[in-house]
């Protein structure tokens, strides 16, 4: 399914080079510790605020991620709208995809742009009123900013539905950009919208270019999270995965949420990924540079051994959060829990 070996895409070279990849760490956890309030767009700081985006992803590169994403998840018309900002897509993805190059160019080794798309929050037809071709505009739009400010590929993330990520694959292979995706499998082991692990390989078939690389972002929590690794391992042995899992468990404090997961334990989860078959792996929600940094160190002192199972991981990770997936009997028992993306 990869199309790694045809591919002269800085990622797939750096792939090739270092064989496991790492990705930084939780862009929303970090710019409402730098003062982003609740409700506000991250991407308008892309215009009003970039000093503190070049310092978000500088602290990451120097943590040591291989990868950084644009400040663009939520860069879309539709999510811009709601801050009457839909008019300013193209400059805002530009912006965001500039910062982030500046501070790779200046990293002094490889580090990968990653151009962050995100969801549309709206649903497709027949569940919505979103249209399949409207989507892949949308998308297009966007691609095309990140694109221009010199994004090497098309991060697609944090989805849910199949139609969703083929529009924006698509939008991407217009705009001649190679392009990952990810779902979020937080609903008893699938996507909200039914996407199961083991089917996110074949997701963008019907597309003319393949991804570089499929997985797995956010969800609810890194047990689950390696637990759809290995599903998605064993659907396609030979395929590159990513896994960027939230940092630990979600938990709200009054108003506040918190993650329960320390760099030890990112650490820990890093070594299962690397064992699991992952070959991008990074950090979701919650996850900062000292959390990634020992991911880092974890990485490069870590030899590939045995594939874990499930109560392995459970054993050194923690309990899962959410119902398997396969349902299998002698599977453990996932307790179901919300996650809310920052």
Known sequence: ?????ASNNPL????????VLLADGATGTTLFAMG???GEAPELWNEDAPEKITRMHQDFVDAGADIILTNSFGGTRHRLKLHNAQDRVFELNKRAAEIARQVADSAGRPVIVAGSVGPTGELLVPLGALTYEDAVEAFVEQIEGLKAGGADVAWIETMSAQDEIRAAAEAAVKCGMPFTYTGSF??????MMGLHPKDIHNVTNDIQEAPLAVGANCGVGASDILASLLDMKEANPDGAII?????GIPEFRGSEIHYSGTPPLMAEYARLAINAGATII???CGTTCEHLQAMREAIDAHDKTEKPTLD???EKIGPLRNKTAGDGADAPKRERRG???A
């Open 186 to 191: 937080d609903t008893a082991g699938k996507t």
């Open 243 to 247: 896994v960027k899992g939230n940092c």
């Open 36 to 38: 982003l309030e609740s």
């Open 282 to 284: 990074g950090g979701c």
């Open 12 to 19: 797939a070279d750096l792939i090739a080079k270092k064989g």
């Open 339 to 341: 996650r809310r993306r």
């Open 1 to 5: 399914m990869s199309s790694l070996a």
């Open 312 to 314: 392995e991981i459970v």
